[in-house]
């Protein structure tokens, strides 16, 4: 019998798998999915600091099926932490099945059952998502239902816990959110080239409280209310939010509201773009569980107001984080292409790209004892949207790119920061670093196919870990392979003994969407911190191997 | 795609040779072993109306670490609400109980073997961070200091499994104790618990970082460190207490001597004992004892 | 018993993965002037369609879009193909997207998707990641990674396609 069962269970996948070779129709559905795993041994290496990693190896994968027919579908997602990569939260070490969702779409509905990721807005009161190589996912498992009432209106409703590693976290989160796009309402409306759409949302968190010091809300809702404009090259996006009292370990338990508002204006027409954009954050820090710290259970989004950077030492060193107690920045940025063929252009024409951001402290009055004695725990007042004498972070970077022939293409640029550390990473006594930082990335076609690229980079400070100087080359050959060398040096650290490099070698292999790549080498140590609790991330030293295919 | 394969499956090969650890000692290290005492119980049978379950909070901490001090303020502050039900202990492990710098601050290492098994094997990341009797609490064993309260306030009203008292006879002319460790079980029970005894030293004047100070004044140069963990008398994981299963009103008696470190102030040292489930590690009864009277 | 379903299942996904025979998910998402756009209604009259995903912090991606932006009249005079670009900015950078498209002078469709719905339901881990989108809207082809010359190989595929050849993987 059990012989039988096995014959057609074989027989029952072999028919599968050749109808989904042959018949893509309905009937059948399709069948997609990726993969990709990442595998680390490591040495040990006392004098960058590498610590002896007891595994030796470590290796983290996932893999994702998705299953479409018609109007459903369906998912799951294996993942494998055996055991999780140094830097990621050990808590992951574990295999099993943490993401499975259904969904079903009809006319103007759309239900889903599961996990799923959703946000509302810019994400400020409710943003759930996932970034893999960052250890972040805080996918809500529970219901989600999607309504499109009438042209133009779209309303979410969902109710479900928060990822916590293989569990769930203990909050339970409500949110309501509502859109109206007012130019899909009717259709002489999408015509006029102004378009707007307002929107708002409420979110509200349940978690029973046990403590035997105080009094907590078990119920803690936020609100928000946003615009979008758009009238030719010129938009306008705004959005507020507001939270009701949330005592939570970041904000050391005080009951005061929390309160955020976005906003970004940007014109753009063919050949120039600017934007400028604001944000001020006060006690904004909203999680399934108050107790929460890290990357963990987080509910809200709150970006940080800076330029995600792409060179080594400019986007790995001094990194920004969103201070979610109170902060207030301000960021502009302008894309320019000087025209090709003209004087200053060249024959190609010439990219210029400018940006600058701030982010100072919100002014906070801080009750004394005798004003606000333990009974309100309100912690501190503000004015409004008044800033604070203190700067966390500064960013003025410009950066120039120009083709000078077919064979070469050059870029250009210089960064200047100012980054607090003391509160961006939580470390007293580290003050503040200013650093200076220049790049030249230069890429030379030797054919069509065959193209080296070379980065110089170096970062000048006389704070924290010194000077510091990177050199890269990679050759790639279309359309399959590459190989890169890289040298990180510290050569500017006040402790002789530090003045290491740090080099690393990669090589890859890419067909299609699979895509496979090993590097050999030293990496840098870091200090990871969010609110009050940071983590030590080790320095390594070993072989990295890395798999990635989607089908 | 095949050749490509070759050079991969190669270094996997490598190192999956490589990840092999060759052991030249089957045995490890002898943990502290038992000193025969049998026959010798003085313990009495404790009043069961009376008796309650104690809870643990372990917390992880370290000299470097600034936002620690404010976690010890909360254990100490939880040992006021609940009394005689808390027992605290400080464990110094992982990055920020390193000795940093080159100077003549922070030199003193608090760490433990032990302590930093306990911090790898429950991974504790980040540091203020501790545990109440090793239970979940909102779905996870290592707890921020904010959820030590709310995790205690559910353990306090449980039905003791256990009570463990203690006698303690100290010899000062070569700084050495026997500990006789008697662990009361309440009701018949089943399944395997291990007794962990260690040595806690208190009011040890040290360096240690605290933000809630002014910038100027956070590196406490005085600092009193409450409940350091000095050293397990019987392995990290203790010793088997009960295999299978025991019956109600029995007395497990286990005995230990150790001799204390010459640094350490014997005035200021207890023992501290819990019975931890050997598979969850979960606490279900703890007790600590002064080793000399005048503390 | 165990191996034998583990083998069939691994047979089935193996043979799966040679072909990457699929329609386009049907995704909300939104297009640079925030319209709510639905993926699901992608189409170019049976000329080929190029979907691109890419982000403004991603110097590959960028790269790509612009070797092909030098090249893209001829190739849409030639073989009609629309190349829609998706670019997965989230909050964070989402206000840099149009000013960088209209800096740049791009002509193709860009989408936005914040959340990475879309590039979920297409299974995409790493940007660049390009698709190749045949007559009949099924994915046909698609790359990870982005080498300088790959576009050739790409409008190769393309003018395949718009001739109404097949193509195997």
């Known amino acids: 019998m059990k012989q039988t069962l096995t014959t057609l269970t074989c027989l029952f996948y072999f028919f599968l798998a050749t109808f989904c070779q042959n018949h893509n129709e309905a009937n059948i559905g399709e069948i997609h999915g990726n993969f990709e795993t990442t595998n680390q041994y490591y040495n040990p290496d006392t004098a960058i600091g590498a610590p002896n990693v007891p595994e030796k190896l470590l290796s983290s994968s996932f893999a994702n099926i998705l299953y479409s027919r018609g109007n459903f579908n369906a998912g799951v997602r294996l993942e494998s932490y055996l055991n999780v990569l140094q830097g990621i939260d050990p808590s992951y070490n574990d295999v099993g099945i943490p993401y499975r969702f259904v969904t079903y779409t009809m006319d103007n509905l759309n239900v889903t059952a599961g996990n799923f990721y959703e946000q509302f807005g810019s994400g400020m009161i409710l943003r759930s998502y996932e970034a893999r190589q960052l250890g972040i996912d805080n996918a809500i498992e529970g219901t989600r239902v999607k309504l499109n009432p009438i042209k133009g209106i779209y309303l979410t409703g969902l109710i479900g816990k928060q990822r916590l590693f293989f569990d769930r976290g203990p909050g339970i989160i409500r949110g309501l959110d509502g859109t109206i796009s007012i130019n899909e309402l009717h259709p002489r409306l999408d015509s006029i080239t102004t378009k707007i759409s307002v929107g708002g949302s409420f979110v509200s968190r349940y978690q029973k409280d046990d403590d035997p010091t105080y009094n907590l809300p078990e119920n803690v809702g936020a609100y928000s209310a946003r615009l979008n404009l758009n009238h030719a090259g010129f938009s306008f996006t705004g959005e507020y939010a507001y939270k009701i009292n949330d005592p939570n370990s970041s904000n050391n338990f005080i009951y005061k509201p929390g309160q955020g508002a976005l906003f970004s204006m940007g014109y753009s027409q063919k050949g120039i773009g600017v934007s400028v954009s604001g944000k001020m954050i006060d006690n904004m820090d909203f999680r399934s569980d108050r107790t929460a710290t890290l990357n963990n259970l987080t509910i809200g989004y709150l970006p940080a107001l800076s330029k995600q950077h792409t060179y080594n030492l400019a986007a790995t060193l001094y990194p920004y984080g969103t201070q979610p107690n109170g902060e207030m920045g301000i960021q502009a940025d302008l894309v320019y292409t000087i025209k090709k063929k003209s004087k200053i252009g060249g024959k190609y024409g010439t990219l210029i790209s400018v940006n600058y951001s701030r982010i100072q402290s919100l002014d906070k009055t801080y009750y004394s004892d005798a004003s606000d004695p333990d009974s309100t725990r309100m912690g501190y007042t503000t004015n409004y949207f008044k800033v604070g004498d203190e700067v966390y972070f500064e960013d003025f970077n410009i950066d120039i790119t120009r083709k000078l022939n077919k064979k070469l293409k050059v870029k250009a640029a210089y960064f200047n920061f100012i980054y607090n550390m003391e509160v961006i990473q939580g470390l007293g006594g580290k003050g503040t670093v200013y650093a200076n930082i220049v790049v030249l990335d230069v890429l030379y076609k030797l054919q069509p196919k065959h193209a080296i690229r070379v980065e110089a980079q170096h970062m000048r400070t006389e704070q924290d870990q010194g000077s510091w100087m990177t050199g890269l080359a990679e050759y790639t050959f279309s359309p399959h392979w590459f190989i890169a060398v890289m040298d990180q040096y510290n050569y500017g650290n006040k402790d002789e003994g530090k003045r290491l490099h740090y080099p690393i070698g990669s090589f890859g292999y890419t067909k299609g969407a699979n895509r496979f790549m090993i590097s050999y080498g030293r990496q840098r140590a870091g200090i990871f911190c969010v609110g009050g609790v940071c983590r030590n991330v080790p320095a390594s030293n070993g072989v990295t191997l890395t798999i990635t295919s989607s089908f | 795609m095949k050749k490509a394969l070759l050079l991969p499956a190669l270094i996997v090969s490598v190192l999956v040779i490589n990840s092999c650890d060759k052991i030249e000692d089957p045995y490890p290290e002898s943990s502290n072993p038992q000193v025969d005492t049998s026959g010798s119980n003085n313990f009495t049978a404790p009043d069961l109306e009376t008796l309650k379950r104690r809870i643990l909070i372990e917390d992880y901490t370290g000299h470097t670490c600034g936002n620690c001090p404010s976690a010890a303020i909360i254990a100490t502050g939880l040992k006021t609400t609940y009394g005689d039900q808390v027992r605290i202990l400080g464990v110094h492990a992982g990055f920020f109980a390193e000795p940093y710098g080159s100077g003549n601050e922070f030199r003193t290492d608090f760490r433990t073997a032990s302590g930093e098994e306990w911090n790898t094997d429950f991974g504790v990341t980040g540091n203020p961070k501790g545990m109440v009797s090793r239970q979940e609490y909102g779905s996870v064993v290592v707890l921020d200091p904010s959820a030590w309260g709310s995790a205690a306030s559910i353990l306090i009203d449980d039905e003791p499994l256990f009570d463990i008292q203690m006698e303690i006879d100290y010899d000062s002319s070569n700084k050495t104790f026997t500990v006789d460790v008697g662990t009361y079980v309440v009701n018949n029970i089943s399944g395997n618990y291990n007794l962990v005894v260690c040595v806690v030293e208190d009011s040890i004047v040290d360096w240690q970082v605290d933000y809630s100070l002014p910038s100027a004044d956070q590196y406490v140069e005085d600092y009193l460190h409450e409940h350091v963990l000095r050293d397990n008398v019987n392995g990290t994981y203790g010793s088997a207490l009960i295999t299978g299963s025991e019956l109600a009103e029995t007395w497990l008696v286990q005995s230990y001597n150790y001799t204390l470190d010459s640094e350490w102030n014997v005035d200021h040292c207890s023992v501290l004992a819990f019975v931890a489930d050997a598979t969850t590690k979960e606490l279900l009864q703890v007790e600590d004892i002064y080793i000399t009277d005048s503390h | ?169």
């Not at chain 3, 996904?13 to 756009?37: C, E, H, R, W």
């Not at chain 3, 469709?109 to 698709?131: E, G, I, Q, W, Y």
Request: glycine share 6%.
């Open chain 3, 1 to 169: 018993m165990k191996h034998l379903i583990i083998i069939s299942i691994s047979f089935c996904l193996l043979s799966l993965n040679s072909i990457s025979q699929g329609s386009i998910p049907a995704v909300d998402v939104k297009t640079m002037d925030n319209q709510s756009f639905n993926t699901g209604e992608i189409s170019n009259d049976g000329k080929p369609i190029i979907i691109s995903f890419w982000a403004t912090w991603c110097s590959p991606c960028k790269r790509e879009l612009n070797n092909i932006a030098d090249l893209y009249d001829d190739w849409v005079d030639e073989t009609g193909v629309k190349l829609i670009a998706v670019s997965i900015d989230d909050s964070r950078n989402a206000s840099k997207v149009a000013p960088y498209v209209n800096g740049q002078a791009w002509d193709y469709d860009v989408l936005v998707d914040s959340n990475f719905d879309f590039k979920r339901a297409m299974n995409v881990n790493n940007v660049p990641h390009t698709f190749l989108i045949d007559g009949n809207g099924k994915i046909i082809w698609q790359h990870n990674s982005y080498s300088e010359g790959d576009e050739y190989e790409l409008y190769e595929l393309v003018k395949k396609v718009a001739n109404g050849e097949e193509i195997r993987h």
